[in-house]
Nanobody
């Protein structure tokens, strides 16, 4: 199993920024394609950003131009830089591999965008 610890969430006003971090208990980011997922109340989980082992990135249309995914293999950490945040970005954000691995889940970090 791999422990993932997400952090960096919080309450931010619309238009604000946050940087989320995902720390892994062992070196996985050079082995697996990884992603940031989010789940809002009453909605299904969605993949919002991904990064491959070859550093290719993908973003769901709703966050393109506002979110940037990156990773530091030496630190076993992945990041999600979020800017121009909107109320509809409010959700619990999780990191995991792409595709999902049930043994990789962390506790998530809450992001709330509200004035």
């Amino acid at each position: 199993q791999v422990q993932l610890v997400e952090s960096g969430g919080g309450l931010v006003q619309p238009g604000g920024s946050l940087r989320l971090s995902c720390a892994a208990s062992r070196s996985i980011f050079s082995i697996y394609d990884m992603g940031w997922y989010r789940q809002a109340p009453g909605k299904s989980r969605e993949l919002v950003a991904g990064i491959t082992r070859g550093d290719s990135t993908m973003y769901v249309d709703s966050v393109k131009g506002r979110f940037t995914v990156s990773r530091d293999n030496a630190k076993n950490t992945m990041y999600l830089q979020m800017s121009s945040l909107k109320p509809e970005d409010t959700a619990v954000y999780y990191c995991n591999s792409v595709p999902l691995r049930r043994s990789f889940w962390g506790q998530g970090t809450q992001v709330t965008v509200s004035s």
